[in-house]
């Protein structure tokens, strides 16, 4: 039996991500994103929300330069990623506090933290207030990525990056899993058939 519980923000499973930005003085900023989504196949394009009611750096970084990286953390730096969402960027240089390094992107005016294998470039394209939260769109222009979590067909193997994932709820990191199926073929059995 299902019962109902007090509304709160979630999605399963939530991606532990990084959006890095440079402030008005160029300085090198970021911090952790429990919310992080796609929202675009045309153009590419993901969607961030930074608290607004925290006063983060880094979304004061994003609005002024319009520009923001977002790294893809593996489990491997779960200590590092939890820090950046818990230090505060006012305070303290987080990135050489975990002794990370990062360069200029190729395509935006923004870092990119050179430890996590995956990152996107993005440019500002929307930006909405939606309660607590700053909800900003970047169009991805660019993707660096590691070669050694691409595949052999050279696209992005989601089994070599071993993302980190986030529970909001319980306040966890989680390794996601194995491959269970393929998409878009697993519910082929559904379809009903053409011939009949």
């Known amino acids: 039996m299902k019962v109902n519980l007090k509304p709160r923000s979630m999605m399963f499973p939530a991606p532990a991500v990084v959006a890095s930005a440079y402030d008005e003085n160029g300085k090198a900023d970021c911090c952790t994103l429990a919310f992080a989504t796609m929202c675009s196949h045309r153009p590419p394009a993901v969607m961030i929300a930074i608290n607004t009611t925290l006063k983060r750096k880094t979304l004061k970084s994003i609005l002024h330069s319009k520009e923001f990286t977002l790294g893809f953390a593996s489990i491997e730096h779960a200590a590092e990623t939890d820090y950046f969402g818990m230090a505060s960027g006012y305070d303290?240089?987080?990135?050489?506090?975990?002794?990370?390094?990062?360069?200029?992107?190729?395509?935006?005016?923004a870092p990119v933290i050179e430890e996590f294998k995956v990152s996107l470039e993005c440019k500002v394209i929307h930006i909405a207030e939606v309660g607590s939260h700053t909800q900003i769109t970047g169009e991805i222009v660019n993707v660096q990525a590691e070669e050694e979590v691409l595949n052999?067909?050279?696209k992005i193997s989601f089994e070599k990056l071993n993302p980190l994932g986030y529970d909001?709820?319980?306040?966890?990191?989680?390794?996601?899993?194995?491959?269970?199926?393929?998409?878009f073929k697993i519910g082929l059995k559904f379809r009903q058939k053409t011939d009949e």
């Open 152 to 154: 052999e067909k050279g």
């Open 168 to 183: 909001d709820i319980s306040y966890c990191y989680f390794e996601i899993g194995d491959k269970i199926a393929d998409a």
């Open 92 to 109: 303290t240089d987080k990135i050489q506090d975990v002794n990370f390094n990062t360069k200029k992107a190729e395509k935006v005016n």
